[in-house]
């Protein structure tokens, strides 16, 4: 007898299927597994060891201990008693221990102190094209010593086996990292799965699935050798140049920058992005303060991640050695100097064109504030037209004296000392002398008086 057929099923569901079966682990995922013998204890608790349940009461036991590792070695006696209680347990109390009666052992457990391990939180990159990939998680705290850490890797929706890789752990920088090795020609496009676990005797831990391509997860190693350095003559400028890391060939791929600087003491990063070239020219640096660069990559079409940012370079743009001399000490000038506390004489090529337009251009209006007062100019110059005028003056009196002897006429030759006025005619009327004769051009700003005779004749 045939029944009538079910329901169809959704068209979707093979495919969620599919999808389902694809984001499971590679592996389960669960504590190691425990001998019967084996006491399970967590670190900082209390844990009790017993001999027997039933035994006669009057034999004396005592316990020993084998350290850990050291098997068939000398042994440690610890209390006597059917119960041993250890309180706090440490990792270092892991270990063998035995409860003996006259010389023979009645019974040995194996005591095992350890934590459940932290869920990973994994992280995969790939330091160039033709490198293997790294996966990583960091842990808060260190892990017992059985805890162990294993990663699968496989192609999302494929039904083939995953690939399984060990990882190690680095006690230094407190992380697993596991190795996946990539072979040659995969596509970098299609997506991968990735599953992790770890797992003591304690406990396991399933990290959640992260889906990659090889192409997402680049990420360069940050660049070496950064360096910073003054051009000359260029005040507002620094170069700062870099090379490639070493795990990267940029025979076959480059890389593209990214360039961040900042005056000290200053906080606030200035950047500058897409730059190809292994060295740039910083043109907007401060006068005579010191800064901090620092330089990172990524593949020059983009794909994948920043690298870690390089180590801090420091460098101070050029300075005028005219400026640098001017702050060290002082310079002989024949310009004195008052700044109100103490006397420092700047050199005089701080005065000229060239220090207008350099970067000492603030020094100089410092410096012709600091010259000597105005007052001395006053002084000096007021005294000055005055001697002048005063000389003017001598010299003018000089020369009317000389003219007017001259005009006075040289005498006679054979008269004597004293000039006779001989008898003659009245002259004419003094309303028909003239009193000024008409000589020559009058020299400028000079006063001739030419009859003088008019006063001396005594009329």
């Given amino acids: 007898m045939f029944c009538c057929p079910g329901p169809p099923l959704p068209a979707a569901l093979p495919l969620l299927l599919l999808l389902v079966a694809s984001s499971a682990p590679g592996r389960p995922c669960g504590p190691a597994g425990l001998s019967r013998d084996t006491v399970l204890g967590r670190p900082g608790a209390n844990v009790t060891l017993t001999c027997w349940d039933k035994g006669p009461a009057n034999v004396t036991v005592f316990w020993q201990v084998e350290e850990w590792g050291a098997v068939g070695g000398p042994r440690r006696r ?18 063998r ?57 496989k192609q999302r929706f494929a039904a083939e086996n995953a690939t399984e890789q060990w990882c190690r752990y680095f006690s230094k920088a407190r992380k697993f990292v596991c190795r996946v090795k990539v072979p040659p020609g995969a596509d970098d496009t299609k997506p991968l799965v990735v599953s992790t676990c770890v797992n003591n005797g304690a406990g396991g831990s399933a990290g959640e699935d992260r889906i990659i391509t090889l192409s997402s ?9 950064v360096t910073v350095e003054a051009l000359e003559k260029a005040p507002q400028q620094l170069r700062v140049n870099w090379s490639y890391p070493s795990s990267w060939d940029p025979r076959f791929y480059w890389l593209r ?54 180590r801090v370079a420091v460098g101070t743009p050029w300075t005028d050695p005219g400026d640098l001399t001017s702050e060290m000490g002082p310079f002989s000038s024949q310009f004195p100097v008052d700044d109100g506390a103490y006397g420092v004489t700047l050199p005089p090529e701080l005065f000229g064109d060239r220090a207008a337009e350099g970067a000492g251009g603030a020094v100089v209006k410092a410096s012709a504030r600091s010259v000597a007062s105005p007052y001395t100019f006053l002084v000096a110059g007021g005294s000055l037209l005055l001697g002048i005028a005063l000389f003017v003056g001598i010299m003018v009196r000089y020369r009317q004296t000389w003219q007017t002897g001259r005009q006075r006429g ?30 020559g051009p009058l020299a400028p700003r000079t006063l001739h008086v030419t009859n003088l005779d008019y006063f001396f004749s005594g009329q």
């Fill in 410 to 439: 040289a005498k006679p030759e054979g008269e004597g000392q004293h000039v006779l006025v001989p008898l003659s005619p009245p002259g004419p009327p003094l309303s028909e002398t003239p009193l000024l004769s008409p000589s």
């Fill in 257 to 310: 920058f990214q360039v961040r600087y900042r005056p000290e003491p200053a906080q606030t990063f200035t950047e500058v992005d897409q730059v190809m070239t292994t060295w740039l020219d910083i043109r907007d640096a401060l006068r005579g303060t010191r800064h901090v660069v620092q330089v990172r990559a990524q593949e020059e079409f983009g794909h994948g991640v920043w690298s870690e940012w390089s």
């Fill in 217 to 225: 997860i680049l990420k360069p190693d940050p660049p070496l050798n």
């Fill in 97 to 153: 221990y035995g409860c003996y009666a006259g010389g023979r052992l009645l019974r040995s457990l194996r005591l095992l102190v350890e934590e459940p391990p932290e869920t990973p939180r994994v992280s995969c990159y790939r330091r160039s094209h033709n490198k293997d990939v790294l996966c990583e998680w960091p842990l808060r705290v260190k892990p017992s010593p059985g805890t162990r850490a294993m990663l699968w890797v």
């Fill in 78 to 95: 610890l209390a006597e008693g059917n119960a041993l209680l250890l309180r706090r347990l440490r990792y270092e109390d892991s270990g």
